[in-house]
C-alpha cells in the first residue's frame, strides 16, 4: 500500500508542468471538454491542459465521469425520465 501511494505520488509529480489550470477553470471546461470527447474523440489533443488536469485530480475525475455518462445516456437518448433520476439520486 504505500508502495502504491509512493508511486502514485512521484507519477503525479513527474506529470505536472509548467502550466496548469486550476480546478476551477477545469470545471469550467469540462463540458467543452466531455463534448469534444463525443463529437470528434480528440478532447486530449484540444484541451490538453484539461486532460492533465484530469489525470492527476481525483475530484475533477469524477465531475467528469458523471458529466461524461449523462453525455453518453444523452447522446444515445436513454437519458432517465424525471422520477426514475430522482429514484436512483434517493439510492
Known sequence: MVKTNLTKFVRRVHDTRDTEI??????DLVSQYVDL???TGDAAGKLPQVKQHLDQCQVCSEEYQVLRQLAVLEAEQRLPID????????K
Not at 486550476?22 to 470545471?27: A, D, F, G, I, Q
Not at 422520477?83 to 434517493?90: A, H, M, S, T, V
Request: charged letters at 25%; a negative charge.
Open 83 to 90: 422520477e426514475e433520476l430522482i429514484n436512483q439520486l434517493k
Open 22 to 27: 486550476s480546478c476551477s477553470v477545469c470545471l
Open 37 to 39: 470527447e463525443i463529437s
